[in-house]
């Protein structure tokens, strides 16, 4: 058989990606359209994640606080929240807004618990 006489379809070509050379070229376009048509559709079926959801628990298992529940959360003000090289490991920039991760406040409390 010489390049092109095959009459590939597209499910073949996923079983079996070598026969791609086998294709007439006349046929590459409307084998793109159904390998995109596919993808399209798969791509689609996927769950959405909206990774600048604030406080979107179910994503990351994470809530995102605003300054003031940090603070309450925390004991320490606002600005140390805001400005301490300390607490950069909870900031998280949405936007302009600035979050703090609920979880990674927990982990500092637990791993700080007892000291003083």
Do not use: C
């Amino acid at each position: 058989m010489t390049t092109g006489d095959l009459n590939v379809t597209a499910a073949e070509l996923m079983a079996d990606p070598s026969l791609i050379g086998d294709i007439a070229p006349d046929r590459v376009p409307e084998l793109l359209i159904q390998v995109t048509s596919i993808a399209a559709a798969l791509a689609a079926r996927m769950p959405a994640q909206n990774h600048n959801a604030w406080n979107d628990v179910s994503a990351t298992g994470d809530r995102l606080l605003d300054a003031d529940e940090a603070e309450a959360l925390t004991g320490m003000s606002v600005d140390f929240l805001r400005r301490s090289g300390a607490a950069k490991p909870w900031r998280v920039r949405v936007g302009r807004e600035l979050r703090f991760s609920y979880q990674a406040i927990q982990r500092y409390i637990r791993r700080h618990a007892g000291r003083e």
